[in-house]
């Protein structure tokens, strides 16, 4: 079975500011990764995904992620947040085939203060 | 394209009492995913089919829980008799089995007292 572990529960940050946000994952196997964003009340809206090639991944509104096989991670950034990307993120991972399910890990919320 | 669409939004119940929660996924998208999202966690799989058929419902409560998609399109989540701790956000979600993404609908939020 596949875990997910997402460190911080809760991040700060100011308008202008770079986010990192960190993800660690263990399988053995071939993984999907990917993030979401959900803000309140809302359902999850996809931000992007890795599966293999090039290990940083663009995805909407300015994300990227970077996978590291070495480090088990797939830690999620963005150089200038804005007060609208103030949500909780999820970090999932699905095994072998994408279409199987994905397993999520606790979110970070990130508030974003003006 | 419309999206992934879920109701109620929102159930109250006392304990005992029964609900269902319908989904209609994105057409074209053959699997279709129930997860259970308790407050301030991750959503948690609960059962996805593909097509009509379940696929994995091993995450499922199945003395109370139910769930159907008789003709691999719309579906229903059943509660028989719920409990408190059933009180969670319920989101469905589509995709097409060949690789594309998850659309997620907005959840219903189920409030058991």
């Known amino acids: 079975t596949q875990t997910v572990s997402q460190s911080d529960a809760h991040v700060t940050v100011f308008e202008g500011d770079s986010v990192e946000l960190r993800c660690n994952y263990s399988?053995?196997?071939?993984?999907?990764l990917s993030w979401y964003i959900q803000h309140h009340g809302r359902g999850l809206q996809f931000l992007l995904k890795?599966?293999?090639?090039?290990?940083v991944v663009q995805g909407v509104n300015g994300f990227e992620a970077e996978f590291s096989k070495s480090d088990s991670s797939f830690h999620l950034r963005k150089a200038s947040v804005h007060w609208s990307d103030s949500a909780v993120y999820f970090c999932?991972?699905?095994?072998?085939?994408?279409?199987?399910?994905?397993?999520f890990g606790l979110g970070t919320r990130v508030s974003v203060f003006p | 394209e419309a999206g992934v669409t879920q109701s109620p939004r929102y159930a109250v119940l006392q304990e005992g009492q029964a609900v269902s929660f319908w989904c209609d996924p994105i057409s074209g998208h053959d699997t279709l995913y129930w997860y259970q999202q308790p407050r301030d966690q991750g959503p948690q799989l609960l059962v996805y089919?593909?097509?009509?058929?379940?696929?994995?419902n091993s995450q499922l409560p199945s003395d109370r829980f139910s769930a159907v998609r008789p003709k691999g399109t719309n579906s229903t989540l059943k509660i028989q008799s719920a409990k408190q701790g059933d009180t969670a956000t319920y989101l469905c979600?589509?995709?097409?089995?060949?690789?594309?993404?998850?659309?997620f609908g907005s959840g219903t939020r189920l409030l058991v007292i």
């Open positions: 979600a589509s995709s097409h089995a060949e690789n594309s993404d998850y659309t």
């Open positions: 089919f593909r097509d009509e058929a379940v696929i994995d």
């Open positions: 890795y599966y293999s090639g090039n290990p």
């Open positions: 999932a991972v699905s095994a072998n085939n994408y279409a199987q399910g994905l397993t």
């Open positions: 399988y053995g196997g071939s993984i999907y």
